[in-house]
């Protein structure tokens, strides 16, 4: 089977996991995730690190895109530019389930991803799926690192699962940043970086 229908086949399964998540209330009730003053070491700390770098980038790009172009998409059939950071932070707020975490009150799985278009409230919600996350991460014990994780009908780990929300989130950044040129906004990390040789080269 193609890759993009495995893709497709394996975020139903998620979709069909959590339609049965009990939700009620404000969705973001609880309190951010305070960044640990210390590295954390090991597995986990490798995690948040890739986590942390993922999220800088996406919140950039989110604030970069003026409000008009959230509704920007490069073809019909596939996600806006609101969407797709939706889309991640559907999934920050989702895949912790599989180890065990379950997602605010309040969230539907199933409408999340569509529920705002709004930009101030888009930011506002992926800052919020990626302190859920950090904290999904820092809540994993040591010694269940190797525990058993049925992932979408794949045989997995914790850490494993764990893996996931890094590379899902740098796929979407990869295609943020897409998105961002294709709407005529530079990553603001490149632009400074851009400012900077020019400013040496002067």
Request: proline share 7%.
């Amino acid at each position: 089977m193609p890759a993009i229908h495995v893709r497709k086949a394996l975020f139903g399964a998620l979709l069909l996991l959590l339609a049965a998540v009990p939700v009620s209330g404000p969705v973001f009730a609880q309190a951010p995730a305070a960044k640990p003053a210390t590295p954390v070491p090991g597995v986990k700390g490798d995690l948040l690190f890739w986590i942390d770098d993922a999220q800088s980038k996406l919140i950039e790009l989110a604030e970069a895109i003026p409000a008009e172009k959230y509704s920007w998409k490069p073809a019909e059939g596939v996600r806006t530019i609101a969407q797709v950071f939706m889309h991640a932070a559907t999934a920050n707020f989702g895949i912790p389930t599989f180890i065990g975490v379950k997602p605010p009150d309040g969230f539907d799985f199933r409408t999340y991803e569509t529920s705002t278009t709004d930009k101030a409230e888009v930011i506002k919600r992926l800052k919020a799926s990626f302190d859920h996350t950090r904290n999904a991460v820092l809540n994993i014990k040591d010694a269940d690192m190797d525990n058993p994780v049925d992932l979408f009908g794949n045989k997995t780990t914790v850490r494993g699962t764990a893996m996931l929300f890094v590379t899902h989130n740098h796929e979407h950044l990869g295609q943020m940043i897409a998105y961002a040129r294709s709407v005529g906004v530079t990553p603001p990390w490149t632009a400074r970086e851009q400012a900077a040789m020019k400013d040496a080269a002067k």
